[in-house]
């Protein structure tokens, strides 16, 4: 490659040899002599030992797989290492998954399973492991997650830190295959959501708690007032000239659900704010159409602190929630399943999480959500209600 | 690469193939230069007190990692580094103090990138410019990945050396969307970069802002039974035609294509895709019937073996695959399995359960599905049946003319920051029919609707709108 400042770059000639519209390198020189070999003749696969999977071919060849873990955020330290890894073991070639797991490809049980035992050995010198396997069948798998204070403008919490705090706290599920179904969870630092967080089994979801605060000194000079009064999805913004003649918006903080959308439109309407911002917990999602269709993932803790660096309050609900389910679902059954199935009074009444006025929607559609029928079942919930109004 | 006659540019398979040794840019010297005590006794020049808690425990420490960048820059050293050596000590820095803080310090956008292209690179600048100078800048390159993230290593290796030479060092592998991400880039080195991506890897910047985002696919028939059309090859063909509107915003906000090879969804693309494209199949699940038999006797084990970290009794077809079915499409009498195919719903349970007796069926296509989006703004929408089946095979001209459809009315019609399924919701899924000229179908909808307000075309109505009140009086006076 280039040296230098500039390396090929010429300034003074920017077309000069500009390539581009070249798109992403052809898949096809990226693949292993036994996919190239197998591609489109998979006839089923297996699933050895958690972290070990067989692909076996109609060719009868087969291809076993190591799955391993990583941070999302990576160094090329790191990723040179998984190149040493690869080298040694599966001729060069590896690949990662949509969830950021690792995949190391052999063509021998005997290959994968020297592999897995390197894998599993190698440790930071801060004590954690580089490249645990698991993330295979019935268990949790890498938890996908967006950028956070590393490096977005709107996060209402970290990404990586909490994260790495959930999933220290769920590892045994990634190394086992126990639970009843797969456990899928995702974080989003903010409601922008970067990751599909929406539909998860688990979601994390940082949220913000206050109005913006507004620059009056800037914001005329630097937003367009028009598109930021039309972001508003709750009509809260309102241009305004301020007391001493500048032009600028006032919002509504009624009104405001604190979503962010005027920030982005505009810089003098900053969202963040330590003691406001935290994490909101939701459920119950997925987007695989097994058994049921996707569904997404439903609130059921409204916010809780960013109490860095671990984030117990947050760890404490999702462990919780991983091991009722663990224990209560039927086979098959995915966390949303179980709690439609048992009702969601039950699910509450089983996590002993409050139900508070958060949880009920007043947004878009929210009559959706009502429930119009007679069937439900007894939980201190309705009978808090019965009392409230003297029945009982 | 996509220059016609480079594609195999990578392939160890190919004897000329281009080497990592051909375009490093770091020595042996300098790619092993520290030890296990270096790093062990590494000290970063600011209290990173709470980061450092979070070596401890079994995962992957992402701050071990980060560390371990930063050893390496010293030593490589800022004469051999176009971008701070000390970029990641200064991160490390800057995220401690949100950790106390509890707030971020990175700065509204800023409008970066390289000529000709409106995407692909994300302006950063964090507001603590005196005290971390060594991250004025730390700017996100969106690199386009190759399809179902498969690599070999040589092109890793280069990839690693230019994202450590003109980045930090610290990369996402990989973006929500997809993208190999280069983190922590300078101004002035995003066109150098640039070039050394597209002259000496091969590849092209990614998606951001208003255009089409980079495409991204499950393994589909690289290594999965299931999947039921080439999902690497669709991705890949449609990436390229596109590329266009790929690199040069012209919508009224972000469009994803994600290409799920079968229901199972491993792409997330029914929640996350402004067009989904996920394999079906339309003929009959394939049984071998003597592997049910093996299922039935408990000699293969349900789910691939995925459930075997706990004893959950013998495995019953009829219980957990028969009574289960969402259809009940499904017979078994002891011997055979039997299925009403005409009833299936393709849900994928059974042949999920048993892989090795039950295929997809061989008849196999897509569906097409619109609208996947995240809350912002109207709330989070998934994406909408809409095209039940369509062959998907090479050059999809079927596929191309309903995209440019899809494209050329939404262009049109969308306000800004409307992703398409925002737009179908706010002129009518009936609208989006016309738009593509296709007749509605049940298939749309989980029920038809249960207000009247329906709006019927003028020539549906007898003698039309235009009312006369004469006429009117002229029956019933006033």
């Known amino acids: ?392 | 690469m996509s220059i016609p006659g480079q594609e195999k540019q990578w392939d160890k398979e190919e004897k000329e193939h281009r080497k990592y040794n051909d375009v490093r840019i770091f020595d042996d010297n300098q790619l092993n230069n520290y030890t296990e005590d270096e790093l062990k006794n590494y000290k970063c020049k600011h209290d990173i007190s709470q980061l450092e808690q979070l070596e401890s425990g079994p995962w992957p420490s992402f701050v071990s990692d980060l560390k371990r960048e930063a050893v390496h820059r010293h030593k490589v050293g800022q004469d051999n580094l176009m971008i701070p050596a000390d970029i990641v000590d200064d991160l490390l820095g800057i995220v401690e103090l949100s950790y106390k803080e509890r707030e971020t310090h990175w700065k509204h956008g800023g409008i970066v990138g390289v000529l000709g292209y409106g995407g692909g690179i994300v302006g950063r600048y964090n507001d603590q410019q005196a005290k971390f100078p060594n991250i004025a800048h730390f700017h996100t390159i969106r690199v386009a990945q190759p399809g179902a993230k498969f690599y070999t290593t040589d092109y890793l290796r280069a990839f690693s050396d230019i994202a450590e030479y003109r980045g930090s060092g610290l990369t996402n592998l990989h973006g929500s969307t997809g993208d190999m991400v280069i983190l922590g880039s300078f101004s002035e080195q995003l066109e150098p970069l640039f070039f050394d991506l597209t002259h000496d890897l091969g590849v092209d910047l990614g998606g951001s802002g208003g255009n089409l985002r980079t495409p991204s696919d499950c393994i589909g028939k690289a290594r999965c039974e299931f999947a039921c059309y080439d999902t690497m090859a669709l991705c890949y063909d449609l990436t390229m035609t596109y590329q266009d509107e790929l690199h040069r915003p012209a919508f009224p906000y972000k469009f994803k294509f994600k290409f799920d090879g079968c229901p199972n969804c491993c792409i997330a693309s029914i929640a996350r895709a402004d067009m989904s494209y996920i394999g079906t199949w339309k003929d009959d699940i394939r049984i071998n019937q003597d592997a049910v038999q093996e299922y039935a006797a408990g000699k293969i084990p349900p789910d691939g073996g995925g459930f075997a970290g706990r004893d959950w009794g013998k495995f019953d077809i009829q219980a957990e695959v028969i009574n289960l079915c969402p259809t009940q499409c499904m017979k078994w009498d002891g011997k055979k399995i039997s299925i009403n195919n005409a009833e299936c719903n393709r849900c994928m349970h059974c042949i999920d359960v048993m892989p090795e007796a039950l295929r997809v069926g061989k008849d196999q296509g897509l569906s097409i599905l619109f609208g996947a989006k995240a809350p912002i703004l109207e709330g989070a929408q998934m994406s909408c049946m809409t095209i039940p089946f369509m062959y998907a095979n090479a050059p999809y001209t079927s596929i191309k003319g309903v995209v440019t459809k899809v494209f050329d009315w939404w262009t049109e019609e969308g306000k800004n920051r409307e992703r398409v399924g925002e737009t179908i919701q706010r002129v009518s899924l009936k609208k989006f029919c016309e738009v593509l000229g296709i007749p509605p179908m049940p298939q749309m909808v989980t029920a038809p609707r249960a207000n009247p307000y329906v709006f019927f075309k003028e020539e549906e109505v007898p003698g039309g709108f235009a009312r006369d009140i004469d006429d009117y009086r002229s029956r019933h006076p006033r």
């Open chain 1, 1 to 392: 490659m280039s040296k230098g400042k500039l390396g090929y770059f010429n300034p003074q000639k920017p077309q000069e040899n500009r390539i581009t519209d070249i798109g992403p390198c052809h898949y096809g020189q990226m693949l292993p002599p036994v996919i190239r070999r197998n591609y489109g003749k998979w006839a089923s696969h297996r699933i050895l030992e958690p972290g070990l999977l067989v692909h076996v071919s109609e060719t009868g060849e087969k291809a076993f797989t190591v799955r391993a873990a990583a941070a999302r955020i990576m160094s090329v330290e790191h990723i040179r290492e998984i190149c040493d890894i690869a080298d040694k073991h599966c001729n060069g070639y590896v690949r990662f998954t949509t969830r950021n797991n690792i995949e190391f490809i052999t063509d021998s049980e005997e290959k994968a399973k020297a592999l897995k035992k390197e894998l599993d050995s190698r440790k930071h010198v801060g004590g954690s492991f580089k490249f645990p396997t698991g993330g295979t069948g019935m268990g949790m798998t890498n938890i996908v997650h967006t950028q956070g204070w590393i490096h977005c403008h709107t996060p209402a919490t970290d990404a990586s830190g909490p994260v790495k705090a959930v999933a220290d706290v769920l590892f045994d599920e990634f190394k086992n295959m126990r639970l009843p179904a797969k456990l899928r969870i995702a974080l989003a630092c903010c409601l922008n959501m970067c990751g599909a967080v929406h539909c998860s089994d688990i979601a994390l979801l940082g949220y913000h708690r206050k109005p913006p605060a507004i620059d009056h000194e800037v914001l005329g000079k630097v937003c367009e007032i028009p598109l930021v009064v039309a972001s508003c999805p709750l009509y809260a913004i309102k241009p305004i000239t301020t007391e001493d003649g500048k032009k600028s918006v006032s919002v509504n903080i009624e009104k405001c659900m604190y979503c962010g959308n005027c920030y982005t439109m505009c810089l003098a309407l900053p969202l963040s704010d330590g003691p406001g911002d935290g994490v909101a917990i939701l459920a119950g999602g997925k987007v695989s159409n097994r058994l049921s269709p996707p569904k997404f993932s439903k609130v059921i803790v409204p916010i809780l602190p960013n109490n860095t660096p671990r984030w117990p309050e947050v760890t404490d609900v999702v462990k919780k929630m991983v091991e009722i389910w663990a224990k209560e679902a039927n086979k098959y059954e995915r966390l949303g399943d179980w709690a439609e199935r048992i009702g969601w009074e039950r699910f509450f009444e089983k996590m002993g999480l409050p139900f508070t006025h958060h949880l009920v929607d007043d947004y878009r559609l929210a009559v959706d959500t009502f429930r119009t029928s007679t069937q439900f079942k007894f939980t201190e919930h309705a009978w808090a209600v019965s009392k409230a109004v003297g029945g009982i």
